[in-house]
C-alpha cells in the first residue's frame, strides 16, 4: 500500500481511503425498506486493514443515518491505532448551535472514539444562510470546532466542497485565519476539466489549494460510477492500453497521482471493488504526461455521452429522474 504523510502531521495515510456512504445492505426482517448488512461491513473493514487501508470516511447522513454506527462496530474490533476516522458536521438542515454539538457529540458515541482523526464542516459551498457564515460562522459552531480541535478531540479539521466558485475561494481564503488541515474535493479525470452541474473543475480547485499546501482527501474519483460504466468503445479504448488493469485502475491513478492528495475515497460495496483498487495503489504507479493527455483524449470522447449527474449519495430522494 502507497502512504502518504505531509509534515509537520505524524499520520502515514493510505492511499486509498474507505467510503463508508455505500455500505452493503440487506432488506429489513420488517418488510419496510433496508438494514446495513453488518457481518459484510465487519468482512470488508477488516480485508482493507489487513491490507493496509487505515483511512475511513463516514456521515451522520450516510445510509440513512446508519453509517456511523456500523463504521463504528466494525472499527471497534481493531487496535484504535490502526485507522483514521473521518466524520463530518452534516447540518444542512438545521444550522442552530445546539444541533451541531448535539450531532458531533452523537458522532462520537456512535463511532465508539475519544477523539475524531479527521472531521469536516460539509459540503460547503452554497451562499449565505446555507453556506459557510450560516452554518458554521454566524451561530459560533466553528469557534466550537476549533476549541474541540485544541483540545485534541478533533485531530485535524477541515471541509468538503460542492458548490460555486465565490463560497470555495471565500472558504479558502480564510486559512490564514483558521488553519485548515485539509480540504476534500471531488477530483477525477472527467471533472479535472469538464466538471459539470454544479461542479467546478477540479484542476482549479486543487491548484488553488495546493497553492496554500494543504493537503488534498478526494472524493469521487470514478464519478459515482460512471467512469467505470462507459460505453462499449471507450471501455475498449482503456483495455487495449492496459489489458491486465481494470477500466476503474485508469481513474484510481489519475486520483492518486497529483504530489499533495492524501487519500482517494472509494466507496466499495462489494469485495471485488476493495481488491481491485487495493491492487492499484499497492504500490501507486503514478501516471506518466503520456497517460494523462490519453486520460484527457478520453473524457472529452465521453462528453458525447452525457448521463444524468448522479453520484448515488442520496441526498435528494426520492430521486427526481425516476
Same mark, same amino acid.
Given at each position: 500500500?502507497?502512504?502518504?504523510?505531509?509534515?509537520?502531521?505524524?499520520?502515514?495515510?493510505?492511499?486509498?481511503?474507505?467510503?463508508?456512504?455505500?455500505?452493503?445492505?440487506?432488506p429489513a426482517p420488517d418488510g419496510t425498506g433496508?438494514?446495513?448488512?453488518?457481518?459484510?461491513?465487519?468482512?470488508?473493514?477488516?480485508?482493507?486493514?489487513?491490507?493496509?487501508?487505515?483511512?475511513?470516511?463516514?456521515?451522520?447522513?450516510?445510509?440513512?443515518?446508519?453509517?456511523?454506527?456500523?463504521?463504528?462496530?466494525?472499527?471497534?474490533?481493531?487496535?484504535?491505532?490502526?485507522?483514521?476516522?473521518?466524520?463530518?458536521?452534516?447540518?444542512?438542515?438545521?444550522?442552530?448551535?445546539?444541533?451541531?454539538?448535539?450531532?458531533?457529540?452523537?458522532?462520537?458515541?456512535?463511532?465508539?472514539?475519544?477523539?475524531?482523526?479527521?472531521?469536516?464542516?460539509?459540503?460547503?459551498?452554497?451562499?449565505?444562510?446555507?453556506?459557510?457564515?450560516?452554518?458554521?460562522?454566524?451561530?459560533?459552531?466553528?469557534?466550537?470546532?476549533?476549541?474541540?480541535?485544541?483540545?485534541?478531540?478533533?485531530?485535524?479539521?477541515?471541509?468538503?466542497?460542492?458548490?460555486?466558485?465565490?463560497?470555495?475561494?471565500?472558504?479558502?481564503?480564510?486559512?490564514?485565519?483558521?488553519?485548515?488541515?485539509?480540504?476534500?474535493?471531488?477530483?477525477?479525470?472527467?471533472?479535472?476539466?469538464?466538471?459539470?452541474?454544479?461542479?467546478?473543475?477540479?484542476?482549479?480547485?486543487?491548484?488553488?489549494?495546493?497553492?496554500?499546501?494543504i493537503p488534498v482527501v478526494v472524493m469521487e474519483?470514478?464519478?459515482?460510477?460512471?467512469?467505470?460504466?462507459?460505453?462499449?468503445?471507450?471501455?475498449?479504448?482503456?483495455?487495449?492500453?492496459?489489458?491486465?488493469?481494470?477500466?476503474?485502475?485508469?481513474?484510481?491513478?489519475?486520483?492518486? !497521482? #497529483?504530489?499533495?492528495? @492524501? =487519500?482517494?475515497?472509494?466507496?466499495?460495496?462489494?469485495? $471485488?471493488?476493495? &481488491?481491485?483498487?487495493? /491492487?492499484?495503489? !499497492? #504500490?501507486?504507479?503514478? @501516471? =506518466?504526461?503520456?497517460?494523462?493527455?490519453?486520460?484527457? $483524449?478520453?473524457? &472529452?470522447?465521453?462528453? /458525447?455521452?452525457?448521463?444524468?449527474?448522479?453520484?448515488?449519495?442520496?441526498?435528494?430522494?426520492?430521486?427526481?429522474?425516476?
Amino acid at each position: 500500500m502507497t502512504y502518504r504523510n505531509f509534515p509537520p502531521y505524524e499520520d502515514k495515510v493510505s492511499l486509498l481511503g474507505y467510503g463508508c456512504m455505500r455500505w452493503p445492505t440487506l432488506p429489513a426482517p420488517d418488510g419496510t425498506g433496508n438494514v446495513i448488512d453488518q457481518e459484510e461491513v465487519n468482512r470488508l473493514v477488516d480485508y482493507a486493514i489487513e491490507h493496509g487501508v487505515n483511512y475511513f470516511d463516514t456521515a451522520p447522513v450516510y445510509v440513512q443515518g446508519w453509517s456511523e454506527t456500523s463504521t463504528g462496530i466494525a472499527l471497534k474490533r481493531h487496535p484504535r491505532e490502526k485507522f483514521f476516522v473521518a466524520t463530518k458536521m452534516s447540518n444542512f438542515s438545521n444550522s442552530d448551535y445546539d444541533f451541531g454539538v448535539k450531532m458531533y457529540h452523537n458522532s462520537l458515541k456512535k463511532l465508539q472514539v475519544d477523539y475524531i482523526d479527521y472531521y469536516l464542516l460539509h459540503m460547503l459551498g452554497a451562499p449565505g444562510k446555507k453556506g459557510l457564515e450560516g452554518r458554521f460562522l454566524d451561530n459560533g459552531l466553528l469557534d466550537f470546532l476549533l476549541k474541540e480541535r485544541e483540545a485534541g478531540r478533533i485531530r485535524h479539521l477541515g471541509w468538503s466542497f460542492h458548490g460555486i466558485k465565490e463560497e470555495f475561494d471565500k472558504a479558502l481564503a480564510l486559512h490564514d485565519k483558521y488553519h485548515w488541515d485539509f480540504i476534500q474535493i471531488q477530483l477525477n479525470y472527467s471533472d479535472w476539466k469538464h466538471a459539470s452541474g454544479n461542479n467546478i473543475n477540479a484542476d482549479y480547485l486543487y491548484s488553488e489549494i495546493a497553492k496554500k499546501d494543504i493537503p488534498v482527501v478526494v472524493m469521487e474519483p470514478l464519478l459515482g460510477g460512471r467512469l467505470s460504466n462507459i460505453p462499449e468503445h471507450i471501455f475498449t479504448r482503456l483495455k487495449e492500453r492496459n489489458p491486465e488493469g481494470s477500466v476503474a485502475s485508469w481513474a484510481f491513478r489519475f486520483a492518486g !497521482s #497529483p504530489e499533495k492528495v @492524501l =487519500t482517494v475515497l472509494s466507496g466499495m460495496t462489494y469485495m $471485488e471493488h476493495l &481488491q481491485d483498487n487495493i /491492487r492499484t495503489y !499497492s #504500490p501507486l504507479v503514478p @501516471l =506518466t504526461q503520456e497517460e494523462k493527455d490519453f486520460l484527457e $483524449e478520453t473524457a &472529452q470522447l465521453m462528453l /458525447r455521452y452525457p448521463t444524468v449527474p448522479c453520484n448515488d449519495c442520496k441526498y435528494c430522494m426520492p430521486c427526481l429522474y425516476k
